[in-house]
């Protein structure tokens, strides 16, 4: 280790190595995503399964649990509250992989956020085993700051250009309170607390959140939180689906008097040369 470390305190050759590594990964995602999205199946085509107004919310909820996860990227960098060393580390590169291969990148000020995106500290520490702490992790922590924005940014042009209500907002807030509340009031790690808040929101839990005062309100919360945004939500969808199942029932009916009207319209063209003759 020492001679891979060199002489120099500043782990040179290692983060080479790191950076390699990390556009080795981004090629061979970037190829298995475009395999994946000019793929005809139609098993990987989410119209088949889901109307539209459902896949635009899903996708107003992705962007905005893409804001969530840098934000707690960002927390559990500065702050590790109960959470494996490696679970973070796997978690911190999975994130930065993902967010490098699905942003565009032509041109060279975003290839330059590609390459501070590399999440030096989690892949020394996956690679070598050992803790790397210093400015790679508070340019990856200021990265991670500018995604935050970048993905709210994206769902409010999501929203906006496609006249969607912003209602998902209030889910979202809910189940990341609950979640942070969780973590804290209840000493758990990421994982153990957003199963818990997700079984509470879905009420498929009972007494979910623990034992603590804090966690019994939360999850009374989230039990009539889910309760409440659930009906709401089929509601909508309903209304949805029954207003573009009469919308198209409408437009067949309209073309049939177009029709009707062109062959009334070819008649009377008909009766009157006739006449004139």
């Not at 494996?84 to 290839?111: C, E, H, M, P």
């Not at 073309?255 to 062109?262: E, F, H, I, S, T």
Request: include cysteine.
């Amino acid at each position: 280790m020492d001679e891979l470390m060199g002489a120099s305190s500043f782990p040179v050759v290692p983060i080479l190595i790191e950076i390699v590594l990390f556009i080795v990964l981004i090629l061979v995602a970037t190829f298995i995503v475009k395999k994946i999205f000019n793929s005809d199946s139609k098993f990987l085509n989410l119209e088949e399964y889901l109307p539209k107004e459902e896949i635009q919310t899903l996708t107003q909820l992705a962007y905005l649990a893409l804001m969530s996860a840098c934000f707690l990227n960002v927390m559990y960098t500065l702050i590790y509250v109960n959470f494996d060393t490696v679970y973070f580390a796997l978690a911190d590169v999975t994130l930065s992989l993902f967010i490098a291969v699905s942003i565009d990148k032509s041109t060279l000020s975003r290839k330059l956020v590609v390459l501070l995106l590399v999440p030096y500290g989690s892949l020394y520490f996956l690679l070598f085993n050992a803790t790397l702490v210093g400015v790679l992790d508070l340019i990856h922590i200021l990265v991670f700051i500018y995604f935050i924005k970048y993905y709210y940014d994206k769902f409010h042009e999501y929203t906006e250009s496609n006249g969607l209500g912003i209602a998902v907002i209030l889910v979202f807030i809910i189940i990341f309170v609950s979640f942070i509340l969780t973590a804290v009031a209840e000493n758990e790690n990421p994982l153990h607390s957003i199963l818990m808040v997700t079984n509470a929101f879905t009420s498929n839990g009972y007494a979910v959140l623990g034992d603590t005062d804090v966690g019994k309100l939360t999850s009374l919360m989230l039990a009539w939180s889910g309760y409440i945004l659930a009906t709401v939500g089929t509601a909508t969808l309903t209304t949805a689906l029954l207003s573009r199942h009469f919308r198209k029932r409408f437009d067949d009916y309209d073309d049939k008097l177009d029709a009707l009207n062109d062959k009334i319209d070819n008649l009377e063209d008909l009766i009157k040369g006739n006449s004139d003759d």
